[in-house]
């Protein structure tokens, strides 16, 4: 039985000088921890560099706003690049005002309505279905809603216009939009 007493002390012995080196261990493992941390929280953070494809890109969450924003961009391209250009003939100022809204109306609801429901197709034509529909409302509005007091010269400077117009006002709309979000204005 003395032997059986000696093992087991033999065994709590070599037990707690386990325990004191592993302490030891996990004492040396947190205070690495700490230190790692320490590390992590003063470095600073870099920006990660993510490529995102928004389709009609939205200025603001509300949509009344979103719709002021808009035709306030659009009035202001569609009447630059007519003047510049001379794409287009207008009776007065206020029929250019007309069409932007009009047109603003038309296309928020023509961007929807493909966003929401034909995505795929928006997908496989790289984002030309849009171009498709715009032209197809500048159209219609040149022809069907104001007649003579304001028509574009030529199909092909309506053509011209709408690609024109598209690409500086991604451009512009990019620029707002990264403004917006470093300002984070909501």
């Given at each position: 039985m003395n032997k059986d007493l000696k093992k087991e002390k033999d065994k709590k012995e070599i037990n707690e000088e386990n325990l004191g080196v592993e302490k030891e261990e996990l004492e040396t493992l947190l205070k690495a921890i700490e230190e790692l941390e320490k590390v992590k929280s003063t470095r600073k953070k870099e920006p990660r560099n993510i490529i995102s494809i928004e389709f009609?890109?939205?200025?603001?969450?509300n949509i009344y706003i979103n719709f002021i924003f808009s035709f306030i961009l659009?009035?202001?391209?569609?009447?630059?690049i007519i003047e510049l250009?001379?794409?287009?003939?207008?009776?007065?100022?206020?029929?250019?005002?007309?069409?932007?809204l009009v047109y603003t109306f038309f296309e928020s609801i023509y961007k929807?309505?493909?966003?929401?429901h034909h995505f795929k197709i928006i997908?496989?034509?790289?984002?030309?279905?849009?171009?498709?529909?715009?032209?197809?409302?500048?159209?219609?509005?040149?022809?069907?809603?104001?007649?003579?007091?304001?028509?574009?010269?030529?199909?092909?400077?309506?053509?011209?216009f709408v690609a024109i117009f598209m690409l500086v006002r991604y451009i512009i709309g990019t620029m707002l939009i990264k403004y917006f979000r470093k300002r984070n204005i909501k």
């Open positions: 009609g890109g939205v200025f603001h969450n659009n009035l202001t391209l569609i009447y630059l250009f001379s794409f287009a003939e207008y009776n007065d100022i206020i029929y250019v005002v007309i069409l932007a929807s309505y493909i966003l929401f997908i496989k034509s790289l984002g030309f279905i849009f171009y498709i529909g715009y032209v197809a409302i500048f159209y219609s509005l040149d022809v069907y809603v104001f007649g003579d007091s304001f028509n574009f010269m030529d199909e092909t400077f309506l053509v011209a």
